[in-house]
């Protein structure tokens, strides 16, 4: 695999991680924001099934907003590592020499 071909499946990573985190933003967001609602009603009712019910669905949104932030976290994480990558392979080719960089000159055999 050529230097391009790898960038260009960088690229392509990097496009699919800021996609997934998106997402796992999006849905720690609604999930916050169903813990609360689902934490008000639930103050206001008596005891009782639908209390329960709503003290569940609080329960699995806090659950939700949770995973959602070790997703969050791990994603960083894999973010660190391609822009560590890149760097490395920036790096790799700034140690090339000049001259190294330079197309090969073409050399006549003599007869």
Known sequence: MNRIEILSS???VDTA???VENVVDAVEKVAEQVEKVAE????GLPAGKLKNAVT????????IDD???VVG???D???EVGDQIESALDGEKEAIPE????????VKAEA
Request: glycine share 0%.
């Open 56 to 63: 569940f669905i609080e329960n699995v949104a806090d659950q």
């Open 67 to 69: 995973t959602a932030e």
């Open 10 to 12: 960088t690229d392509e």
């Open 73 to 75: 976290d791990a994603i």
């Open 17 to 19: 991680v800021q996609t």
């Open 77 to 79: 994480k894999v973010q």
């Open 99 to 106: 001259k190294a960089k330079e197309p090969a000159k073409e």
């Open 40 to 43: 008000d009603i639930a103050e």
